[in-house]
């Protein structure tokens, strides 16, 4: 019997009335009901108007301080290497200061020759310095039509052959319009910054040129048609790296063939990681590839990743189950691991609509998350980080489970009752980072950071126009990411290949690599700085 029998029940007065039992079951049902939609409307109101970081304010949580302390004592000092520099001292963090400006235009202004002479003896006075003032301006992008006259000459009297200047390097393929920055700019404009093709447009007219934006859209493609071997090629590495961290988001697509004109795709993020042989983190490099996927079933990221033997490191998707399956699909085993990020997220949700049960669970993963803040800070090596995991970490994670094993099948709030289902049901998943690869991180938060740009950037574009924009899309994102990964700037990187790549040898293809780009202009500044 549910609430609206029960009322009909009571209001009808025919029949005997229901037990108390039956009474105190219906209502208890209700009662858990509202609660749950209370703490859900909470959530939504938040998600709305609310910060959105999980982090916990360290007032609301004070059990664990002492503990803390003594643990950050228990880590030993790494000793530096011979050729290490070694870890300076903690200090106090002090406010982040602004950049001094550094002046691109010099103009002096100088005394007027009517004021020059001295007004008490009359000879020539002599600079003795300047009154210095900044003013920070702002110069508007503008395009420029660059026109090349290549010469041509000929010997009249015996009219022999015609002899041809070289073609211009600054431009991207013989014959095309757009030049290198001009495509690295539409490509930064869609995957860095989020804009649609339209608002690219009206930018563009703004800097002077106005171009359509079936134009634009033609040039977007001419510019996955030369970055798409590269975009391959990062692909192919991330299959190779020793680690997936990997994720999906939604992206709609617009579609004729199908009800409604758009399809609810998703799109995959995929980081590779390669570690050091050593164990040293810092050493760690990274590749990011993208792609699109007209559906969430599992078969998708299945045959992305079909030949890679990878650990997988994920949220709670089934669909993990069997592509790791040695039984299913190309028929190669995976280890799985968890995130704690996903496991903490419930309970916190819990503790801010006010479920005081949640508070251990939420205390817990505030000193687990402490105690990786302290193995980055001494830049503990992966074992040296997995013996603190397993001495520190292990045992508060394995408290939980208990308590989470113990409140398993009592009626509990919405989100805390989800919270100890994952923690019991991801269990084996969770552990791989405490007890098994101390290279591995505790969550999978590279991958979710990975989604925010594209996030973000639908608010703006809503959707992408055809199944093969999305993959363009996703390829683009590739280049970009696995840039930001390195530490590359986009907008001189992007330019820079655009304009070789071309002509640039198959074999050599792994040159044009974010990593190896930063690394050669590294070496190229530090030639002219001893120069």
Request: charged residues 30%.
């Amino acid at each position: 019997m549910d609430f609206t029998d029960l009322l009909s029940e009571l209001t009808s007065g025919d029949g005997d009335m229901p037990s108390r039992e039956t009474l105190t079951a219906v209502l208890q049902t209700a009662q858990k009901v509202i609660e749950d939609q209370s703490v859900e409307i909470s959530h939504l109101q938040k998600q709305l108007f609310g910060r959105r970081s999980e982090k916990v304010p360290a007032g609301q949580l004070s059990l664990f301080a002492e503990l803390l302390k003594a643990v950050a004592e228990r880590v030993p000092e790494r000793e530096p290497e011979e050729d290490e520099t070694p870890l300076p001292k903690e200090k106090r963090k002090k406010k982040a200061r602004r950049k001094p400006l550094v002046p691109t235009q010099t103009i002096e202004i100088p005394v007027p020759e009517d004021e020059r002479p001295c007004p008490q003896c009359g000879e020539p006075r002599c600079t003795i310095g300047h009154a210095r003032s900044l003013v920070v301006e702002y110069t508007p992008p503008k395009f420029e039509v660059i026109e090349y006259l290549r010469e041509t000459v000929a010997c009249k009297p015996c009219e022999g052959e015609i002899a041809r200047s070289e073609p211009p390097k600054a431009r991207a393929r013989e014959g095309a319009w757009p030049g290198p920055k001009l495509l690295g700019a539409l490509i930064i404009n869609k995957a860095v910054d989020g804009l649609p093709l339209r608002r690219t447009q009206r930018r563009f007219k703004r800097a002077g040129g106005d171009f359509g934006s079936s134009t634009l859209s033609r040039w977007e493609g001419f510019a996955h048609e030369l970055l798409e071997p590269l975009s391959m090629r990062i692909a192919d590495l991330v299959r190779g790296a020793h680690l997936i961290n990997l994720d999906d988001t939604g992206l709609r697509v617009r579609d004729k063939t199908v009800e409604g004109g758009v399809v609810n795709g998703k799109i995959w993020t995929f980081c590779g990681r390669y570690f050091d042989p050593g164990g040293d983190l810092s050493k760690t490099i990274e590749y990011v590839s993208y792609a699109y996927a007209p559906t969430w079933e599992a078969v998708h990221p299945e045959d992305w990743l079909r030949g890679s033997s990878a650990i997988l490191q994920g949220d709670a998707y089934r669909g993990y189950e069997r592509i790791a399956s040695p039984e299913r699909g190309d028929k190669i085993g995976r280890l799985l691991a968890g995130c704690a990020m996903h496991a903490r997220r419930p309970f916190r949700q819990a503790l801010e609509s006010g479920d005081a049960a949640a508070r251990p669970f939420v205390e817990g993963f505030q000193k687990i998350y402490l105690i990786e803040k302290i193995a980055k800070d001494r830049r503990l090596l992966a074992d040296e980080r997995l013996e603190l995991r397993q001495a520190e970490s292990l045992p508060v994670l394995r408290e939980m489970r208990a308590r989470a094993r113990d409140l398993r099948g009592m009626p509990l709030l919405k989100p805390f009752e989800q919270g100890v289902t994952y923690l019991n049901n991801q269990w084996d998943k969770l552990v791989v980072p405490f007890e098994i690869d101390g290279r591995l991180e505790i969550d999978n938060g590279e991958a979710e950071r990975r989604l925010r740009r594209i996030a973000s950037g639908r608010k703006a574009w809503l959707f992408a126009g055809s199944k093969n924009g999305a993959e363009r899309f996703a390829d683009m994102l590739s280049i970009v990411s696995t840039a930001d990964a390195a530490g590359v700037d986009c907008g001189l990187y992007l330019p820079s290949i655009i304009e070789h790549i071309d002509d640039w040898p198959a074999r050599d293809l792994d040159q044009l690599l974010p990593t190896h780009w930063k690394a050669a202009l590294d070496q190229l500044l530090l030639e002219k700085s001893q120069e």
